[in-house]
C-alpha cells in the first residue's frame, strides 16, 4: 500500500494507473455484461449513429460498437494477462538457475536466448500462429514464446549482481545451501526489475495481440477483440472513420495507461533511475 500511494503521488503514476483502472474495469464489465449481444447481427440497421440505444452506433452488420468494445476489452485484456505467466514464471527459474549456478547450462540457455533475440518479438509469434493456427490459446502461446527470453535475460542479469552482494557470501558462510540462499535471499531482491518489465509487458502484448488479430492471426471473428475489430473497419474508414478510431483510441488508452504506471514504478523501485532523475531536475 505504501508503494502505491507513492506512485499516485506521481504525476505519470496517477494518470497511468487512473487509465489502466478504467480499461481493467471495462474489461472486468464486458465479460459479463454489455448493452446488447456483441456478436448478435441486424442488418437492418447498419451503420446507425450514435443514438441512446446505441451510444457509438452500429458497425457494418449492424452489432452495437460499444458492446463489442467491452467484450473486446476483456479478450485483449484477458489474453494479455494469460501470456504474462509462463514468461515470467519459467523465464524467472531458468534466469535465476544460469545466473546463480552458471556452467554449461548458462552458457547453453544465453546462446539460445540471443539467437531468438535476434529476431523481434511479434516475427517469432507471427511465425507460431503460421504453425498453430488462429486461435485463442495458440495466441497466448505464442506471445508467451516471444517474450520469455526479455524475462529470462533480465532475472539473470539482477542474479548475477545479487550473488557478489556480501549478505550472499554470509549466508553462504553460515552454512545455508545454495537453493536455500537463492530462493530466500537473492529472489525477493529481483522484483523490482522483475515487476517494472512485467508492467511494460502487459502493454507490449496488448499491441502484439492487437497486431496478430489485425493481420487475421489472432482472436479469429465474430469473437471481438480491439485488433480484429479495427481490421474490420479498415475496409469502411472513408466513409465511416469512427469505426476504426474508437478501438485504436481504446489501444491507445491502454497502452498510454501501462507506459505511464510503468514509468512511474521504475522510478520508485530502482533507485539509479530516481537518482538520474532527481539530478536532471537540478
Sequence with gaps: MKLLSRILKKANGSIGFAMLAVVLLTAVLGSVWT???PLKSDLMNRFSSASAAHPFGTDMFGRDILSRLMRGAWVSVSIGLATLVLPVVLGTLLGSAAGYFRGWFDRLLMMVLDALMAFPGLLIALGLMAVIGANRYGVILALSFAYLPAVTRVVRGSVLSISQSEFVEASRAM?????YTLIVHILPNCLAPLIVLTTMMFGWVL?????LSFL???VPPPEPSWGNILSEAK???MRYPM???LPGVCISIALLGVNLLGDALRDEL????ATASSKETL
Design 216 to 218: 487475421g492471426l489472432g
Design 243 to 245: 469505426l476504426g478510431l
Design 175 to 179: 552454512g545455508n545451501s545454495r537453493l
Design 235 to 237: 475496409a469502411h474508414l
Design 35 to 37: 448493452p446488447h449481444d
Design 270 to 273: 530502482d533507485p539509479k533511475s
Design 207 to 211: 499491441l502484439a495481440e492487437s497486431a
